[in-house]
């Protein structure tokens, strides 16, 4: 098997995407983690576009874009991770295509600059929640967005609905209580190995840090690490 090398910034939910489908195949990989701010000249040089997620193959090829590294992956190594039926390959895919629509309502709140940004920021979420939620009835019985197996989609929202609950519990948004089908693949995500880079409270204390020093509104609501976690 080719040596896979996974250039990340700790918390950077695109690359967290990549590290998810490398798990879910059991594939053996170096995670090395840069800062954002100081990004070395080895990785400028492996970078076409600067940014991460890059995966290095054989120190020969960079591959980069979370949804192309995903999509490469599931091409060459099984288990493949999209439906076996091409209709419901492209419904995933088309899925999968909204993620960063997704991704940006959902976690708007943490950049919000002020209360009524926040408010705003808020009340775009149920716009994306209903579509999922429909979407998951439409798909099947769950844990996963297409039943019982796992996908490619279930590993590109499972950063950013991470993220939904990370940001419920600095300041309450009181969203995900109301589309069960949601609520429950959120659950199954987040009880999901796969999903975590870090230990849970590690990655979690990480956050929430994260969301401290951008300053924003949300940031006044989080707690030190001892008090968020009892």
């Known amino acids: 098997m080719a040596n ?12 967290q995407r990549a590290a ?48 192309a590294i995903a999509e490469y992956l599931n ?18 895919r088309a899925w999968t295509d909204y993620v960063p629509t997704f ?3 959902v976690t708007a709140t943490a950049y919000a600059d ?7 920021a808020a009340a ?15 798909q099947g019985s769950g844990p996963f967005f297409n039943g019982a197996a796992y996908s490619l989609v279930d590993a590109a929202y499972a950063p950013f609905l991470q993220r939904y609950v990370f940001l419920d519990r600095i ?13 429950a693949w959120t659950e ?8 975590h880079s870090f230990p849970a409270a590690e990655f979690e204390a990480m956050y929430r840090t994260n969301v401290k020093r951008r300053n924003s509104w949300v940031s006044q609501f989080v707690e030190p690490a001892r008090a968020a976690a009892e």
């Open 20 to 67: 998810i489908v490398l798990r879910e195949k059991v594939i053996p990989f170096e995670f090395r983690h840069i800062e954002p701010d100081n990004r070395p000249d080895w990785f400028l040089a492996i970078s076409p576009h600067k940014k991460v997620p890059v995966l290095r193959i054989d120190d020969k090829v960079s591959l980069f874009e979370s949804n």
């Open 188 to 195: 199954a995500i987040m009880n999901r190995p796969s999903t």
């Open 124 to 138: 775009k979420i149920p716009v994306a929640f209903d579509r999922l939620e429909r979407a998951l009835a439409a």
């Open 75 to 92: 091409e060459t190594i099984a288990p493949r991770l999209h439906p076996a039926d091409p209709v419901a390959r492209a419904v995933n």
């Open 4 to 15: 896979y090398l996974l250039v990340s910034f700790k918390t950077c939910p695109w690359v």
């Open 171 to 183: 300041h309450k948004i009181g969203q995900l209580e109301n589309y069960p089908r949601l609520k």
């Open 114 to 120: 002020s209360e009524a940004d926040y408010t705003k």
């Open 103 to 105: 991704a940006e309502s």
